[in-house]
């Protein structure tokens, strides 16, 4: 698979003038993991509307907040598999999120309510607005082992059709461990869920933000 970029041609005094140029998939993968990191937005070759995904500078960074019993820090010395497995997935085919993305369902004003205070640690401005207050998620990469699957990995995100005929994916946090709207799980109701797995993760001593697990994908 190859990807086809427009890139200017900086060399070039007619900044208006255009070329295309081939990347190699490894380049592209290189270009995906800087932005993922650092922050930008990445343009995707599709039939229809072009999908660009954005990244936030903040996308990778963790928080964990004890009064709403969330945290997506990470134990560095024990990286979930599916957390792995997730980021390289975005690094190696962001496309994935523009075709797996579906709307959030909250069936009840407690879930709105938990699910706006978390998205405020990582946007000021009020996501679910009258006239806008649709939200989406991506789920993550699964695994499985001899417990059986495992797939808590998602991501939050607004997608909307701009000005300029692209369809855009605004991705807001990753939700490492299933803590923004939790749910029945091995008989156990959603509030235990959300209390059990909160304090197995919340004050590990060797936790880091979730960018740091990038040093561990080649």
């Given at each position: 698979?190859?990807?086809?970029?427009?890139?200017?041609?900086?060399?070039?005094?007619?900044?208006?003038?255009?070329?295309?140029?081939?990347?190699?998939?490894?380049?592209?993968?290189?270009?995906?993991?800087?932005?993922?990191?650092?922050?930008?937005?990445?343009?995707?070759?599709?039939?229809?509307?072009?999908?660009?995904?954005?990244?936030?500078?903040?996308?990778?960074?963790?928080?964990?907040?004890?009064?709403?019993?969330?945290?997506?820090?990470?134990?560095?010395?024990?990286?979930?598999?599916?957390?792995?497995?997730?980021?390289?997935?975005?690094?190696?085919?962001?496309?994935?999120?523009?075709?797996?993305?579906?709307?959030?369902?909250?069936?009840?004003?407690?879930?709105?309510?938990?699910?706006?205070?978390?998205?405020?640690?990582?946007?000021?401005?009020?996501?679910?607005?009258e006239n806008d207050n649709i939200l989406y998620k991506v789920?993550?990469a699964s695994y499985k082992d001899i417990n059986g699957k495992?797939?808590?990995?998602?991501?939050?995100?607004?997608?909307?059709?701009?000005?300029?005929?692209?369809?855009?994916?605004?991705?807001?946090?990753c939700d490492i461990y299933h803590l923004c709207i939790p749910?029945?799980?091995?008989?156990?109701?959603?509030?235990?869920?959300?209390?059990?797995?909160?304090?197995?993760?919340?004050?590990?001593?060797?936790?880091?933000?979730?960018?740091?697990?990038?040093?561990?994908?080649?």
């Open positions: 698979m190859r990807f086809d970029f427009d890139l200017t041609d900086k060399s070039n005094n007619n900044l208006d003038e255009k070329i295309t140029k081939k990347i190699s998939p490894k380049d592209f993968k290189r270009r995906v993991r800087s932005t993922l990191e650092t922050g930008g937005r990445i343009e995707l070759n599709s039939s229809g509307k072009k999908p660009v995904i954005i990244f936030p500078t903040n996308f990778l960074e963790s928080h964990c907040d004890y009064k709403l019993k969330f945290t997506n820090l990470i134990d560095i010395t024990e990286i979930p598999k599916t957390t792995l497995k997730s980021l390289k997935r975005i690094i190696e085919d962001p496309e994935y999120i523009s075709k797996e993305t579906t709307e959030v369902v909250l069936n009840n004003t407690n879930g709105r309510n938990r699910l706006r205070k978390i998205l405020k640690l990582y946007r000021k401005d009020e996501m679910f607005k789920r993550g495992s797939d808590p990995f998602r991501i939050y995100l607004k997608a909307y059709s701009n000005s300029d005929g692209e369809n855009v994916y605004d991705l807001i946090l749910s029945y799980h091995n008989g156990l109701r959603p509030q235990q869920m959300l209390q059990q797995t909160f304090s197995l993760h919340y004050n590990n001593k060797h936790n880091k933000h979730l960018r740091e697990v990038l040093d561990n994908i080649n």
